[in-house]
């Protein structure tokens, strides 16, 4: 397993991370089951957040199966959406950041977390009050790096300049969507993240199952799929314009001996401003595929005719 190091951070991770977002929702039993399988192949970036799991779910499931295991990973979580339906424990204010890593490290049943990521901005609160919070965090030994998701460039921007001002501990990751088939990023956040050498961290690298091969124009999604049980996500992928690319990037894939699974992977690999791809799984065998699924090394002129298909 290859690994790259996080933006300007101590930590180095595997370039395929472990999306924990199944946990919680999965069994302990089967949870452990993919934990184990990922350690044994060489991920060593564990992604989860206080919401995964029904509120607490996927981190308490962490918590029980690590144990002594939890030093050999890297260990990220997010915090600041709703974890109760008042919504009065959620958002990025002091207060409440001191709280939730509290409410996190015990679910977590661990001393301190490698990557704390703020999950969504939060409009309601000054980003100097969020960053100075973090960073105190950062200089009690709480958290080792700090991250971020769903930010705009210009968001990104700001918190950064304000962190280089303050002397404050600053984002050295972005999670965002980012696939074949979602490349919004590239206006403006890939360039923000590039310019600072951040880590780029793509979740739904596989557009929620489109680009897994496994769903074909016209007939119904294969039952106890994602797109079976989820019409919105569904509705979301499944169009026109998507299934254009991705019989166009199938019959690719085909000509040059891999899958299309392999060139969702490895396709994202391809950018050094990626870090870590993050991919979920509820089973072991999903683990072997994703890591294999890493190992394209797409040449120049490969990388030009996927950019052809699916830039516009």
Same mark, same amino acid.
């Given at each position: ?83 109760? +339906? ?214 120049? +002129? ?11």
């Amino acid at each position: 397993m290859k690994t790259r190091k996080l933006g300007n951070s101590e930590l180095t991770v595997s370039i395929v991370g472990l999306g924990c977002n199944n946990f919680g929702m999965l069994d302990v039993a089967a949870s452990r089951r993919v934990v184990d399988r990922a350690i044994d192949q060489g991920i060593t970036l564990f992604d989860t957040a206080d919401i995964y799991g029904n509120r607490g779910g996927s981190e308490r499931q962490l918590g029980e199966i690590l144990g002594p295991r939890r030093k050999d990973i890297v260990l990220a979580t997010k915090f600041g959406m709703k974890m109760d +339906d008042a919504g009065t424990k959620s958002g990025a204010s002091r207060t409440y950041i001191l709280q939730a890593v509290e409410d996190s490290l015990k679910r977590l049943k661990t001393d301190w977390i490698d990557l704390y990521q703020l999950h969504q901005p939060d409009p309601t609160t000054p980003i100097e009050e969020t960053l100075e919070a973090l960073n105190l965090l950062v200089r009690q030994g709480k958290v080792r790096a700090i991250g971020c998701s769903n930010m705009s460039a210009a968001q990104l921007n700001a918190a950064r300049a304000l962190s280089a001002a303050k002397g404050f501990a600053a984002f050295e990751s972005a999670q965002d969507e980012y696939s074949l088939l979602k490349r919004d990023i590239e206006q403006g956040v890939l360039s923000a993240v590039e310019k600072y050498g951040m880590g780029l961290l793509p979740y739904f690298p596989l557009a929620s199952g489109m680009l897994t091969g496994k769903y074909t124009r016209g007939a119904a999604a294969p039952g106890n799929t994602r797109f079976a049980v989820m019409t919105g996500l569904a509705n979301r992928y499944m169009t026109d314009a998507n299934w254009d690319k991705v019989e166009t990037l199938s019959a690719f894939c085909k000509a040059h001996g891999h899958t299309l699974l392999e060139l969702a992977f490895s396709w994202l690999v391809s950018h050094q401003s990626v870090t870590s791809v993050i991919a979920g799984a509820t089973r072991p065998e999903q683990i072997d595929q994703n890591v294999r699924a890493a190992r394209w090394d797409l040449s120049s +002129d490969e990388l030009a005719e996927i950019d052809r298909i699916t830039a516009g």
